[in-house]
């Protein structure tokens, strides 16, 4: 206890390691349902390139016999995060859906987290949700995986997915379920191999058999078994529920196909449901909460006339003729999943239901109401909640259920990301008293600004205030740089770019404010006065530290990854914040994007730490410039989510098209600014300098700067 006293930053260490731990243990005991569930890292390679993903599987499911055969086997989900997120994007429908007894499957898309780029599968830059199969990234290798498994159930299979996610879910369905009945299969094989004559009322009649005793003579009707039995059989295994969160189910509109040369309407032969945020795709904010209802998207992939009715189920029914047939409706959503009438259309594959939660597009992810209307809709689909859903006997079913165990998660993540930031001054602390860096320690520049100075508060609005007033904007200046060896992650390049001209900008304006005003004012040179005195050998020992605690977060992020289930240390206000290990490709991408912010983290060092005022005491100026530094982003932020989103669904301050990742990122600015600021001020307070304050901020930050969509690699 004694050396914990003498010693503070030890302890203070230790105590944030010990948080950090408690927060892993408890996320992985929410992940793994206090040891019901087994969580798997997987990784497959395909086409040479790795996919990587969570497998959450019941522990129920891995029960063999003697001669190594599973017993139980349980319905499986794929779960698919959108464009820039990995995998944990959606933990919240993972989880929830892991505690109903399915076989989950949480793919990071290629480009994504720790799946590797795009190239080797043969997907453009950037991937679209529009066209054909570019938005599936990974969704069909990742069922192929999942053909795998014995303990997976291959007749009932579902996947869903948020935004780009949501689209390659669609196509998906496209793709395996289809818009054709088993009996449309068997009527187009009778016409088409042993050339029967089909009728538009044999098509309505939906009857193969009948038409092959009637039309086939008896030593073709063994032909016609044997080419049946192959057809069902690839029926019975195609995935039949989707769920899309937020976005186009694409590829799945209802439309005319041609049965055996006739030409019929056909709705997607699956269970589907649309999860439309009020503030999100499709929507019009709290403006009109009910937009998505009588969108035409809705009524299209509903086959409805007039409103859907959120929170209820529908039924598809087949048409006879070219005309489009009308659903029915059945029951409320939330109810009791056992009632013969869904469980008929479910094993039909004829459900539809739209719900409409609060928020935003990017909500999705903290979205209790979206997780329960996953675990609603694919336990009824599937007929499954923990055991058999039997129709008509509710003896066991899935009634309203309570969707909120991964909210202790996404606590105490965020306990977990905090204590991660307090231990980095006491671990630089601890550091700096090492004999290796004894020569950084320095005196700083007295206070020089006053807090009477006009100047001073003009100079301070100008820096809060022209990032803000271009960061929209600025988001599409880079739109056009391709990926190269120099440009890896889109979003980040855009960012940088606009980083670029911003710090440009504002250095010159440092360097006239100088001349103009300051050199003359307190007689002190330009590198004094910024912090910028510094010898090449201390530089490069600001370097060192500056990667030995990125370094140190980086290992400890690694290990907390690998000992919790692929968890990570989250905070999300708006968009995410996200500390997680690094795969290999992320490193070099973390160093090349070092470089291209180095300029932004030091000329906000020179700023922070200039700004002292003569007036006002160390401890209060830090927290002032804290906020000052912070505040710009976090109206921006405000604007655009509550006043733009929330309200219309649409930002306040326009951006340019394929932008809005970079809305989210405004949270990620105003959380880095706030505290950089205050490690800025500690290491400028212990060296003199603005460079390791700089240097430590740019390397630690660039962890959760780089973890988004990755359209280059060359490792």
């Not at 010990?18 to 349902?33: D, E, F, P, W």
């Not at 040179?525 to 912090?531: A, E, I, L, P």
């Not at 105003?670 to 600021?677: Q, R």
Request: proline share 4%; charged share 15%.
């Amino acid at each position: 206890m004694k050396f914990l006293k003498e010693n503070k930053s030890v302890a203070i260490v230790v105590i944030c390691l010990l948080i950090i731990l408690v927060t892993g243990l408890v996320s992985l005991a929410v992940k793994t349902n206090n040891g019901r569930i087994v969580v798997k890292e997987v990784k497959i390679s395909p086409y040479g390139t790795d996919l990587a993903g969570s497998m959450f599987i019941p522990k129920s499911a891995l029960k063999t016999d003697q001669a190594g055969n599973f017993i139980n086997k349980v319905p499986a989900v794929i779960v698919n995060a959108g464009f820039t997120n990995s995998r944990t994007y959606l933990d919240n429908v993972a989880i929830q859906l892991a505690r109903c007894g399915f076989a989950v499957f949480q793919i990071d898309m290629y480009g994504h987290g720790h799946s590797e780029g795009t190239s080797n599968r043969g997907y453009p830059n950037p991937p679209s949700p529009f066209t054909d199969d570019i938005s599936l990234l990974g969704a069909q290798d990742a069922l192929a995986y999942l053909r795998t498994l014995g303990f997976v159930d291959q007749t009932r299979m579902g996947m869903c997915g948020h935004s780009l996610g949501g689209s390659a879910s669609g196509r998906l369905a496209e793709k395996s379920a289809g818009f054709f009945t088993l009996q449309d299969k068997l009527l187009n094989m009778l016409h088409s191999e042993f050339g029967v004559t089909i009728t538009a009322e044999q098509v309505a009649a939906q009857d193969a058999d009948a038409v092959a005793l009637a039309a086939l003579s008896e030593d073709k009707l063994p032909l016609y078994e044997m080419g049946k039995a192959q057809i069902v059989a690839e029926d019975r295994i195609a995935v039949r529920n989707y769920l899309i969160f937020d976005a186009d189910a694409a590829g799945c509109a209802p439309h005319v196909v041609e049965v055996a040369g006739i030409p019929v309407w056909r709705a997607l032969q699956a269970n589907l449901g649309l999860v439309m945020n009020m503030s999100g795709h499709g929507g019009k904010g709290m403006q009109d909460k009910d937009a998505a209802l009588s969108s035409e998207a809705t009524l299209t992939m509903l086959a409805l006339k007039g409103a859907a009715e959120r929170d209820t189920w529908y039924q598809t029914n087949l048409s006879s003729t070219q005309e489009r047939a009308i659903s029915t409706k059945l029951n409320p959503f939330y109810g009791d999943a056992s009632d013969r009438a869904v469980q008929a259309a479910a094993a039909n594959n004829r459900l539809r239901m739209i719900t409409t939660p609060w928020g935003w597009h990017g909500f999705t992810a903290l979205s209790t109401a979206t997780a329960k209307a996953a675990m609603q809709f694919f336990s009824t689909g599937m007929s499954y909640y923990n055991g058999e859903i039997v129709a008509g006997d509710s003896s066991n079913t899935i009634k309203n259920p309570v969707a909120s165990h991964w909210l202790v998660k996404e606590i105490f993540s965020a306990i977990g990301f905090f204590a991660l930031l307090a231990l980095i001054l006491p671990l630089i602390d601890i550091l700096m008293k090492l004999p290796f860096f004894a020569s950084m320690h320095g005196e700083p520049q007295m206070p020089l600004q006053s807090k009477k100075s006009p100047m001073f508060w003009i100079s301070m609005i100008v820096f809060v205030a022209l990032p803000v007033l271009t960061y929209s904007k600025g988001g599409g200046w880079g739109a056009n740089i391709k990926p190269s060896p120099f440009s890896t992650v889109e979003l980040t390049t855009r960012i940088a770019y606009w980083a670029i001209i911003m710090t440009a900008i504002l250095f010159a304006l440092v360097i006239i404010k100088y001349f103009a005003y300051d050199k003359k004012k307190t007689g002190v040179s330009f590198c004094d006065m910024y912090g910028l005195r510094y010898s090449g050998k201390n530089i490069a020992k600001s370097i060192v530290l500056a990667l030995v605690v990125f370094g140190f977060v980086s290992v400890l992020l690694t290990i907390y990854y690998n000992l919790f289930a692929a968890s990570n240390l989250k905070f999300t206000p708006a968009g995410s914040i996200i500390f997680t290990a690094l795969c290999k490709e992320q490193y070099y991408s973390w160093l090349l994007y070092s470089v291209y912010f180095l300029p932004f983290y030091l000329l906000n060092s020179m700023m922070i730490n200039s700004a002292r005022l003569k007036e006002m005491d160390e401890k209060t100026n830090m927290w002032l410039m804290a906020f000052l530094n912070s505040i710009g982003m976090f109206i921006l932020g405000f604007l655009q989510f509550f006043v733009g989103y929330v309200r219309t669904s649409k930002t306040l301050f326009a951006i340019p098209p394929g932008s809005s990742a970079t809305v989210y990122m405004t949270s990620f600015f105003f959380v880095m600014l706030f505290v950089s600021t205050i490690y800025n001020r500690k290491l400028y307070l212990k060296t003199g300098s603005a460079i390791p304050g700089a240097l430590v901020n740019l390397l630690l930050y660039m962890i959760p700067g780089i973890q988004l969509y990755m359209y280059y690699s060359f490792l």
